[in-house]
């Protein structure tokens, strides 16, 4: 076997016994015969398996029973559209731009009523997140809308926001399942097409929009008073979700221990990064990903050398976002600790020879 350390900030890294798991059940899944990607979603193998992924997901997140779990297709790109139409219920919503998806998503929500911008780092480049404490938020808004963890400038939030009457929505699509999160401070923390959602928001509509009105593949309460089975849902998305879920909670042993890893594994690079002068990491110290380490050489042209000098040492998809340029290193949970010794291995001997 001859695998790369995969630094991409998604597609990404997926967990060796989990791959191994689905390569054994790929032609023949529990003797129905047939793959997760060829079977009905109507079977009993299918229904099986998506009753077991929200159950797993249930219990490695804590999730309370008065929150509903669904599989969604589009991403977190259509929860962008989703999320306004039907919870913008007073006409407005304030947004929190700390980053590109955020920018996104308040753009989106405009199309629907106002998204108020309530605060945003654009200022100094998304390299901090605003003091959520210190914002002045709108009484009247439906709710407060943020992107809990920024993959493309590498910032994170420390603390969310939380408002007396007023929902939060959460992006959270590059961190969740990272460390243990309080699902009960949320509407709907969105990722790779899960929405988690508090069931008492559920059939509305955004202000001037009837319910009835709201397209059916873009209204929550379709999708889950059917249980994630009105049309035919991302079935293989979802069968690798549920082994991600037994691998977190069997093999890993909880969200507690992977946090331990995440933190572990994140230190190493920052440590390194903080302790020399070839590369500079831009963000605030206190806001910086867990999950997403960007950084910089001393000049683009570096920058272009590393990255090729990179690849062909196997450590492959360190070339930053286009908005940003540098390097990013994404870590995700799959990442083993070796492959960020590694990294720090070979950026130490880059650095040696280019400095």
């Known amino acids: 076997m001859n695998r790369v350390y995969n630094f991409s900030a998604g597609p990404s890294m997926l967990p060796v016994p989990v791959l191994q798991k689905a390569q054994a059940d790929l032609l023949d ?30 219990k490695v997140l804590n999730v309370p029973d008065n929150y509903k779990i669904g599989f969604f297709q589009g991403g977190a790109t259509q929860q962008f559209a989703m999320v306004p139409l039907n919870f913008m219920t007073t ?9 590109n998806f955020s920018k996104k998503a308040a753009e989106e929500a405009a199309k629907f009523g106002t998204a108020r911008i309530a605060a945003s780092s654009k200022d100094k480049n998304f390299t901090y997140i ?15 809308h943020i992107c809990q963890n920024n993959t493309i400038f590498g910032t994170t939030y420390k603390d969310v926001p939380q408002v007396d009457g007023i929902p939060l929505v959460a992006d959270m699509s590059s961190m969740i399942f990272s460390e243990p999160t309080d699902v009960s401070k949320y509407v709907a923390p969105a990722g790779m097409a899960i929405a988690i959602i508090r069931d008492d928001l559920l059939g509305k509509s955004a202000k001037g929009i009837p319910a009835e009105k709201i397209p059916t593949m873009m209204n929550y309460t379709t999708l889950l008073d059917k249980d994630s089975m009105y049309n035919t849902p991302p079935c293989w998305c979802i069968y690798m979700t549920g082994l991600v879920m037994d691998y977190l909670q069997n093999e890993v042993g909880g969200l507690e221990e992977m946090a331990k890893i995440n933190h572990a594994k994140a230190k190493v690079l920052y440590d390194y990064l903080d302790g020399q002068d070839f590369y500079n990491n831009p963000v605030q110290a206190e806001y910086r990903s867990m999950m997403n380490v960007t950084f910089t050489s001393p000049n683009p042209d570096m920058d272009k050398k590393f990255c090729a000098a990179a690849t062909e040492a196997g450590f492959v998809n360190l070339k930053g976002h286009r908005l940003v340029g540098g390097m990013r290193a994404s870590i995700y949970n799959a990442m083993p600790a070796q492959g960020v010794n590694d990294l720090v291995d070979f950026m130490e001997k880059f650095r040696k020879e280019n400095a």
Not at 37 to 58: L, P
Not at 91 to 99: I, Q
């Open 29 to 58: 899944y529990h003797g129905s015969g047939m793959s997760v990607m060829e079977m009905s979603h109507r079977s009993k193998w299918f229904d099986e398996i998506i009753q077991n992924t929200e159950a797993g997901i249930r």
């Open 130 to 144: 605003p003091d959520v404490k210190a914002i002045a938020y709108d009484p009247n808004a439906s709710y407060i």
């Open 91 to 99: 006409g407005t919503a304030d947004y929190l731009v700390t980053g």
